[in-house]
């Protein structure tokens, strides 16, 4: 079985995955992490190269491509990346839902050392805000996807109120 989590910004996504592929000693993979390898790599933020794949589409299709791969080429994983669904069709497909407050709360506690370092919450609220207007019009632009239309999933869970193992426990129960 291939699990693939979507979700909004700072809806837990990483963790879930984390915790559920370590309750059902699976493989976690994450598309943000291979993303922020592919900025480092070329000495670039996340931001930065989110921005360069406004206009240039290799941003996406070096993720894309791998993602496909994995896909193809494993099971019994958990693959966290806001389209990883699209790109595994055959997945069960879980989306994360959070409030803009609480979501930009729990990213600006744990602030990533390849994402832009914001010095108050505020500044993380317009962050996130503007990367989800970029990256919603890059997916519509490169894939005519809308990854926030809840009808492509098979469960969607609002993790605003929930600790990461009340959600791991929701996934693994509609699992069974």
Known sequence: MIVTISGKQGAGKTSVGKGLAKKLSYRFISIGDLRGEIATEKGLTIDELNKIG?????????ADKKTIEIGKARDNFIIEGWIAYYFIPNSKKIFLDVSENVGAERIFKDQRKDEKHCKTLEEMRKLLDHRMNETDSQ??????????DKSQYDLMIDTTNLSIEEVVNKILKFLK
């Open 139 to 148: 997916f519509k632009k490169y894939y005519k996807i809308n990854f926030l």
């Open 54 to 62: 406004e206009k240039e589409d290799w941003v996406h299709k070096e």
